[in-house]
């Protein structure tokens, strides 16, 4: 299971948490509205609250991560230097985000992306 608060790396940046693999859903039992990553057949209780607890932790590693994409995606969409720059307002309606929410998407990610440049 993945630490919750990583320990910084030898260079001091903090290691990133990598999720837990997935188990593969066949399509049979993704149909069953009942199953989830083969939960429901795990009775013991230990057992369980360790898998779920290691699903939640993937799952919220992988928003973290998306949002991060969505981020940089909605930056570079509206770097002024692009001849095909778009407005604050058009992100948000593709993106499904109010105007104000798209800026600070935007903002966040020139921060990731100035973070990443050497």
Do not use: C
């Amino acid at each position: 299971m993945p630490e919750p608060n990583p320990a910084p790396e030898p260079h001091g940046e903090p290691r990133r948490m990598r999720p837990v693999p997935l188990r593969f859903e066949p399509k049979e039992a993704t149909a069953d509205p009942e199953h989830f990553f083969d939960l429901e057949s795990i009775e013991d209780p230990r057992e369980l609250l360790g898998r779920a607890t290691e699903l939640a932790l993937a799952f919220r590693a992988a928003a973290d991560r998306a949002v991060e994409f969505q981020a940089v995606a909605a930056a570079q969409l509206a770097d002024p230097s692009r001849f095909d720059r778009m407005t604050d307002e058009a992100i948000a309606e593709q993106a499904e985000w109010t105007a104000d929410y798209a800026r600070k998407m935007i903002e966040f990610g020139r921060e990731l992306m100035a973070d990443r440049t050497p």
